[in-house]
């Protein structure tokens, strides 16, 4: 069973940083891209960033470019989000998402970690 | 502009067949990408419910399906059950963008 399972989220001031972590499992980690998406409660998805399978190519939304990096330990099935210098607009659940066959596509989620950017 | 338009609201009666709309533009659905779509029920993570315009994953009942025309791209939702009640994104990738995109989610109300 593919599960994802997100941690490192929590409340930082505004101009701090965080790592989240997704942890993956019942796949084999190293063969697929992975992606990040976020969502502020009660509005909808948007999509923050997404690397290879090997970690060698990554790509990133305008909002957190520079800010933001994505990488992965495909020895310890990990994806990571650094985020640095962090606004309070970026305060949202934080999901990882697996790619799916499809361009773009994302065809399991794990189930979210919340981070807060408020003083 | 680099947007996917959904309806913000659509409603049914159990047993009724149902339709959200997702319109982008010549930089998204009408450069040819996929358009997925995802149902998300209250308090949870997205699911994946339609991949490539019109294909379901395993596990997805057939009332749910896809289509894809032009800028355009719509899911119906046939015989409404009470478990349907979620919100719907699409989601395409976008050049303008060189990044994935979402729809702004319809909420889906069963009478």
């Known amino acids: 069973e593919v599960q994802l399972m997100e941690s490192g989220g929590g409340l930082v001031q505004p101009g701090g940083s965080l790592r989240l972590s997704c942890a993956a499992s019942g796949f084999t980690f190293s063969t697929y891209w992975m992606h990040w998406v976020r969502q502020v409660p009660g509005r909808g998805l948007v999509w923050v960033s997404r690397i290879s399978s090997d970690g060698s190519m990554t790509n990133y939304a305008d909002s957190v470019k520079g800010r933001f990096t994505i990488s992965r330990d495909n020895a310890k099935n990990t994806l990571y989000l650094q985020m640095n210098s962090l606004k309070a607009e970026d305060t949202a659940v934080y999901f990882c998402a697996r790619a799916g066959s499809a361009w773009y596509s994302f065809d399991y989620w794990g189930q979210g970690t919340l981070v807060t950017v408020s003083s | 502009q680099s947007v996917l338009t959904q309806p913000p609201s659509v409603s049914g009666a159990p047993g009724q067949r149902v339709t959200i709309s997702c319109t982008g533009s010549?930089?998204?659905?009408?450069?040819?990408?996929?358009v997925h779509w995802y149902q998300q029920l209250p308090g949870t993570a997205p699911k994946l419910l339609i991949y490539a315009n019109s294909n379901r994953p395993s596990g997805v009942p057939d009332r749910f399906s896809g289509s894809k025309s032009g800028t355009s791209a719509s899911l119906a939702i046939t015989g409404l059950q009470a478990e349907d009640e979620a919100d719907y994104y699409c989601q395409s990738y976008d050049s303008s963008l060189s990044g994935s995109l979402f729809g702004g989610g319809t909420k889906l109300t069963v009478l």
């Open positions: 010549s930089s998204n659905i009408g450069a040819g990408y996929d």
